[in-house]
Nanobody
Framework: QVQLVDSGGGLVQPGDSLRLSCTAS???????MAWFRQSPGKEREFVAC????????YYADSAQGHFTISRDNSKNTVYLQTNNLKPDDTAVYYC?????????????????WGQGTQVTVSS
């Protein structure tokens, strides 16, 4: 069984940065890890993902050049560096793990999820 614990959210002002972290435990080899986010009244949406080899990454258009995903396999941890945050980035951010390493962007492709960490961007 895989468990994910994500953290790093908070209340920040527009233009600030945050680094979100997610650590996996259990059988975690050869997987894709991803970040999704969900705002009130909206569906959960893909933000970014990184394959096991750490070099293959994909981003949503809204995240390109704005967020950076990375992972440290020695720590079973994935990070999301969020820069120049805007009010539209306000959401609960969830990390997710696909044990088949498919680098997918759909919610249904991910079998395991963190509990979510709240990011609020407000002046």
């Amino acid at each position: 069984q895989v468990q994910l614990v994500d953290s790093g959210g908070g209340l920040v002002q527009p233009g600030d940065s945050l680094r979100l972290s997610c650590t996996a435990s259990g059988h975690t080899s050869m997987n894709t890890m991803a970040w999704f986010r969900q705002s009130p009244g909206k569906e959960r949406e893909f933000v970014a993902c990184v394959k096991w080899n750490e070099r293959v990454t994909y981003y949503a258009d809204s995240a390109q050049g704005h967020f950076t995903i990375s992972r440290d396999n020695s720590k079973n941890t994935v990070y999301l560096q969020t820069n120049n945050l805007k009010p539209d980035d306000t959401a609960v951010y969830y990390c997710a793990l696909d044990p088949y390493n498919r680098a997918a962007t759909e919610v249904r492709s991910y079998d395991y999820w963190g509990q979510g960490t709240q990011v609020t961007v407000s002046s």
